[in-house]
T-cell receptor, first 112, second 113 residues
Framework: NAGVTQTPKFRVLKTGQSMTLLCAQD?????MYWYRQDPGMGLRLIHY???????AKGEVPDGYNVSRLKKQNFLLGLESAAPSQTSVYFC???????????FGEGSWLTVV | QQQVKQSPQSLIVQKGGISIINCAYE??????FPWYQQFPGKGPALLIA?????SEKKEGRFTISFNKSAKQFSLHIMDSQPGDSATYFC????????????FGTGTSLTVIP
């Protein structure tokens, strides 16, 4: 049982480049989330989805876009990467609102 | 505005001691309070959780104490072990009026042998 899988695990980008982080879950969860983790800041919600075809903004959405075309996948895009987006990104999913949230292993992104 | 406030930021405990981490919240729409444990290089994983209809929940060496009137909840790790060294996050999901799942800023726990 894979749970939540993120790709890639590590990536270095140049300022202005674009990229997409891929997230897949095999638990048939309705809710999916993208968080970023920075030292001293904890986990901050970027965007989330409450079901296939839906997306919503979290606490820190600027500079990111997301798509949920299939229930099991949630994509996070950076259109024009900036050094401030250097972070560890976690995808997560949950069965419904107010239930246990399951995390992926993380994606380390460095923007130079 | 930080929805869930966690303290301390870091904690050093001797092996066998008690580790205590505290969280406070303001939003009364929260009604599920989990604690997550994260080891270096890994994603956070659920450790223990409580709902506000009880004041305490114990699982092995880990206990959550919940004070609804004070809007506070805490994690107690009894007989702390070096293997407990990790970062701990409290969290609270919105279950009314929204769908966001908020996390505290984390506590880095080091248990000294």
């Amino acid at each position: 049982n894979a749970g939540v899988t993120q790709t890639p695990k590590f990536r270095v980008l140049k300022t202005g480049q674009s990229m997409t982080l891929l997230c897949a879950q095999d638990m048939n969860h309705e809710y999916m989330y993208w968080y970023r983790q920075d030292p001293g800041m904890g986990l901050r919600l970027i965007h989330y989805s409450v079901g296939e075809g839906t997306t919503a903004k979290g606490e820190v959405p600027d500079g990111y876009n997301v798509s949920r075309l299939k229930k099991q996948n949630f994509l996070l895009g950076l259109e024009s990467a900036a050094p401030s987006q250097t972070s560890v990104y976690f995808c997560a999913s949950s069965y419904s609102r107010g239930n246990t949230i399951y995390f992926g292993e993380g994606s380390w992104l460095t923007v130079v | 505005q930080q929805q869930v406030k966690q303290s301390p930021q870091s904690l050093i405990v001797q092996k066998g001691g008690i580790s205590i981490i505290n969280c406070a919240y303001e939003n009364t729409a929260f009604d599920y309070f989990p604690w997550y444990q994260q080891f270096p290089g890994k994603g956070p994983a659920l450790l223990i959780a409580i709902r506000p209809d009880v004041s305490e929940k114990k699982e092995g060496r880990f206990t959550i104490s919940f004070n609804k009137s004070a809007k506070q909840f805490s994690l107690h790790i009894m007989d702390s072990q070096p293997g407990d060294s990790a970062t701990y996050f409290c969290a609270a999901p919105q279950t009314r009026g929204g769908n966001q799942f908020y996390f505290g800023t984390g506590t880095s726990l080091t248990v000294i042998p």
